[in-house]
């Protein structure tokens, strides 16, 4: 199985363009599939494998398979990843693409140098904030610096679903945040029933945050592109940023807009760093 491997700030990817070959599974086990190529020792190493297939309705679709073997709606470090690879490798000359996920229809501007992509904007369209979009329990309406109880304790928590759930919560000092004792309780806390993407926020001005991830079905990430947009909406909710916020993950900046379209604009790198063979037994 031919493949490329890419990172968004340290997101990184194992890509596959399914156009171009016939995939080694069916079905079912893309789930085994992903699993495989994503482990670290035992495969190639990632924390997601982005698929792309053809579609109607859109210039292509992209599917995303979590290194844990779920199926997540979006993924907004591997859509930047997949615009350059089309356009560099994939036969998509043109600057804007309609890019088809679980989520919706996903619209990706290429930023361009010397006829290469160094950065794509995303129209990530509109975050949805109704409980039961997120989906989380309980009755309905925003779920808004609300209390949640955990480990005979509770943590105010703001629910944001970017086509994907996510659960922030502003903090003082992130790097003091047990993000591996925390991450996966919450992620599995029972108020998700699809689980949840978890984001630790500390706002260092009105226009800047810095964010450490506990991504569902795949851990800690160096970035996560949906949960950068999750914080800026997260932000401006809760009065404590403008629409427009930089956000610092452990692997870099992302610059996000929640413009007055009610539409979320992410802008950040893309990175292709090797293609290759994949030998290995499929499932
Ligand atoms: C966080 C993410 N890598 C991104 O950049 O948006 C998305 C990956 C999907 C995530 N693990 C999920 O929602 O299950």
Redesign the pocket.
Known sequence: MHFYKYH?LG?DFVLVDTRRQELPVAGEDLSALGRLVCDRHFGIGA??LVLLRPVDGADIQMQ?I?SDG?E????????RCAAKYLYEHGGLRQDEMRIATLAGIMRPRLIRQNGRVQAVRVDMGEPRLERTDIPMTGPPGRVVDEPLALNGGSFRVTAVS?G???CLIFTAHVDRVPLTELGPKLENHPAFPR???VEFIEVLNRGEVRMR?W????GP?L???????AAAVGGALNGLTERTVKVHLPGGTLDIQWAEDNHVYMTGPAAEVFAGEYTGRPV
């Open positions: 968004g997101n924390d997601g995303i979590n779920s997540p709606e979006m993924c907004g470090n591997g859509i970017m994907n759930p996510h689980k949840t993407n991830v991504e569902r079905g795949a990430t970035a996560c592109g949906t949960g950068a947009c």
